[in-house]
């Protein structure tokens, strides 16, 4: 027997208000009570019967998703602008990669569920990998498609059913993308959007019907959820924040560096989790680097994001804008030099001026805390022995990036950045092949490639064969 949910609030707090002008576009209801219990009631009951479904059954609808999604990447890409502000060709950009992602477990889904056969001393034996059942996800706004196809593309294909609370400023994009899989062929239950308020959601981890819960946000958002997660003893994965080490050796080629390093930074307004923040830079190369960064930065033009003209778009909220301008001032306060930046623009929407922190002390906050839009903290270092002491000396450990002529050196610095994922002359993040995740407070578990599909299924031994029983 489930016990309905119960909820006092029913604040509108879903809403998408463009951020190139603050204009309010459109807002949505929490769910009632009884609209989240059919939710989760339909929910369980598509997955009794898709837990059923062959492979090829489920491929042929996550395939289907993958290709209406490529076609109609303008529309997508719009909504995802409106909402949060993305520039438009990034949106573009994300909405290939989503449907890419899509396809990519249609493809793979099955060969990577297959059973292993183990060799035990006596008879045979393998593991299987069967469906957990109806998952909940919770998603952040700043890739409002790639982290849904992230989670729907594996789990759907491992024959479990979701069901989603999408961050609460870009419902349109929440909406779309459940119709997407609907439009597919997906019946209903399979990707549920869910539009609640966070007491709801604890309601939702609670749910006995519920049974694994994903969590992509900031660390208090996983700290809580995780938290009520393992009260309940279900499985979690979080993908939490990071403060991504750009390590800059002596011999680095500056004309290569310089504009990974503005597109690490930048990218996305620079509100990636694994975006290059702290630039840890030989003294060598140190003036030389900031010097062309600097002038790099100061050429962005803001502007309206759906203008392929504009390099410096807006930050997804204003209360995003508003914490990120008052932890410059503080790390200011800190001690901190102010060498570019450090203002809001003077125009509507919530823009940010590309801004570069020097001389951080270990004791300012802006040597520990996560700068979640166009911020740079840069810092020299004499050594490479002393890089990597400062790359490890954060309390994420997500990604991280080393520079260099010699790639072999590159090689061995990266094995010793303590982080779940590390790049050599490159920040290429994106393929659906590679697994995406980190350690320490940046979280556990990963998502994408092989690894991602098997965070949410039981991995069943059988061993067959008849043993005489031990006298
Ligand atoms: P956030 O506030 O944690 O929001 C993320 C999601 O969690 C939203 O859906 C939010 O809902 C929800 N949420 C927050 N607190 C919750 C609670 N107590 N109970 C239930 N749901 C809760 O994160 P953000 O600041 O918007 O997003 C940026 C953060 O995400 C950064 O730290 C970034 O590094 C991290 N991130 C990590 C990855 C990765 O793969 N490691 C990828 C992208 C982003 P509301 O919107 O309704 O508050």
Not at 290 to 297: D, H, R, V
Request: a neutral charge.
């Amino acid at each position: 027997m489930t016990r309905p949910l119960q909820t006092n609030d029913n604040a509108m707090t879903y809403q998408s208000i463009n951020p190139n002008t603050g204009r309010l576009l459109k807002s949505y209801e929490h769910l009632s009570s009884e609209q989240l219990e059919q939710s989760l009631a339909t929910a369980e009951a598509t997955y009794q019967k898709w837990k059923h479904t062959t492979y090829a059954e489920r491929a042929a609808i996550v395939h289907k998703a993958a290709a209406l999604m490529a076609a109609h990447v303008d529309d997508f890409a719009r909504l995802a602008t409106q909402d949060m502000g993305k520039r438009i060709d990034e949106a573009r950009g994300e909405v290939t990669f989503s449907a890419d992602i899509l396809a990519y477990y249609a493809k793979h889904g099955e060969a990577f569920l297959e059973p292993t056969k183990l060799h035990p001393k006596h008879g045979k034996a393998h593991l299987e990998s069967s469906p957990l059942g109806v998952l909940f996800c919770v998603e952040p706004w700043n890739f409002p498609y790639y982290q849904l196809a992230r989670v729907a593309g594996p789990q759907l294909m491992a024959g479990n059913v979701l069901v989603v609370k999408h961050a609460g400023c870009v419902p349109q994009c929440a909406i779309a993308f459940e119709r997407l899989l609907l439009d597919a062929g997906a019946p209903v239950g399979a990707y549920t959007n869910l539009l609640i308020s966070y007491e709801q959601s604890d309601r939702v981890i609670d749910d006995p019907r519920v049974k694994g819960v994903a969590l992509t946000g900031s660390l208090a958002a996983g700290r809580s959820v995780a938290a009520r997660a393992g009260q309940n003893l279900k499985k979690s994965t979080m993908e939490l924040g990071g403060s991504d080490a750009f390590i800059v050796l002596d011999d680095a080629d500056l004309d290569k560096t310089i504009p990974w390093a503005v597109w690490g930074r930048m990218y996305n307004g620079g509100q990636t989790c694994c975006a290059a923040k702290r630039f840890i830079v030989m003294e060598a190369v140190a003036d030389k680097f900031l010097a062309k960064f600097k002038a790099a930065l100061e050429a962005l033009i803001p502007g309206d994001p759906m203008d392929g003209k504009t390099t410096l778009g807006p930050l997804s909220t204003e209360s995003a804008l508003l914490q990120l301008l008052a932890q410059v001032d503080a790390a200011v306060a800190g001690g901190a030099k102010l060498l570019l930046g450090g203002k809001r623009i003077d125009r509507p929407g919530w823009f940010m001026q590309a801004t570069i922190l020097t001389h951080i002390a270990p004791n300012n906050p802006a040597y520990r805390d996560e700068f979640f839009g166009p911020v740079v903290s840069f810092y020299r270092v004499k050594s490479e022995d002393e890089a990597i002491a400062l790359a490890n000396d954060s309390d994420f450990g997500l990604g991280g990036s080393v520079w260099t002529k010699d790639e072999d050196r590159g090689q061995r610095l990266a094995s010793r950045v303590d982080s779940g994922m590390v790049f050599v002359n490159n920040l290429d993040w994106a393929d659906a092949e590679l697994p995406f995740g980190g350690i320490k407070n940046s979280g556990y578990g990963r998502e994408l490639g092989n690894m991602g599909i098997h965070e949410f299924v039981n991995k069943k031994l059988v061993r067959t064969g008849h043993v005489a029983a031990p006298v």
